[in-house]
């Protein structure tokens, strides 16, 4: 009797899946976490003074419409990555590695809306600048969200990939080696700098990278032989 092929497709298909989410994944909360960094200002006391400013507020609003993109390309990503893994996926890791990454998304999306609602409510007011206490606690809301939970579900999640793909063999050292290089630095550097947050799609981009790499050299090593026999 002949086993059905598995509904996730073959070897191949899935980590140029993996790769094209994650790259995407990448580049979009890259350029997204770029612009709004170098949009808001640094100083808490200017912030209502560059909200009336349209250009910068333009900015900010596209760059939070990128977040949403972002994390479904991020949801496919943990998808696929663990159908690469298949059966040698370890348990406890990958429920520490779809848990943050779940949290991770959903703190984003909180940030994002928070921001956003700022963003929309001085629109409305045609450009006129919001309420100080309205616009003290949006603002150490969506500060907390992104820059210190959010991030910090980023540095777990990284761990646990590169710990799951170490394990599983299926990137080389040196990629898992880096991965835990940045959720060290994402855990105790969040808030120091916007511009840490950075390394975290950074590094799913060369884990992407190096995906498509193996993945269009030759299909994945399977756990065992193609069970086709009667």
């Known amino acids: 009797m002949t086993h059905p092929e598995p509904i996730t497709g073959s070897s191949l298909r899935t980590p140029r899946a993996a790769a094209v989410a994650g790259i995407a994944f990448s580049l979009l909360l ?58 040698r996926e370890d348990r406890f890791f990958a429920s520490v590695f779809l848990g943050s990454g779940l949290l991770f998304v959903g703190m ?28 003290a606690v949006g603002r150490q809301v969506t500060g907390l969200f992104l820059h210190v939970y959010a991030m910090r579900m980023a540095a777990v999640f990284t761990m646990s990939t590169a710990t799951i793909t170490l394990r599983t063999r299926v990137i080389p050292r040196w990629i898992g080696l880096a991965g835990f290089a940045v959720a060290i630095l994402l855990l105790v550097s969040v808030g120091l700098t916007p511009w840490v947050e950075l390394l975290f799609p950074a590094w799913i981009l060369l884990l992407s990278i190096d995906i498509l790499r193996t993945g269009l050299r030759g299909p994945a090593s399977t756990a065992g032989p193609a069970m086709d026999a009667a």
Request: charge should be positive.
């Open 30 to 87: 890259g350029l997204s976490l770029a612009l709004i960094t170098v949009s808001s200002p640094a100083n808490p006391a200017t912030v209502g003074t560059w909200l009336t400013q349209s250009p910068r507020r333009g900015t900010v609003a596209f760059a939070l419409n990128l977040v949403p993109f972002a994390g479904i390309a991020f949801l496919w990503f943990i998808g696929v990555v663990r159908d690469r893994i298949g059966q």
């Open 108 to 135: 984003m999306f909180a940030a994002a809306a928070f921001a956003g609602g700022l963003v929309a409510d001085v629109t409305l007011r045609s450009g006129a600048a919001p309420n100080p206490a309205v616009l």
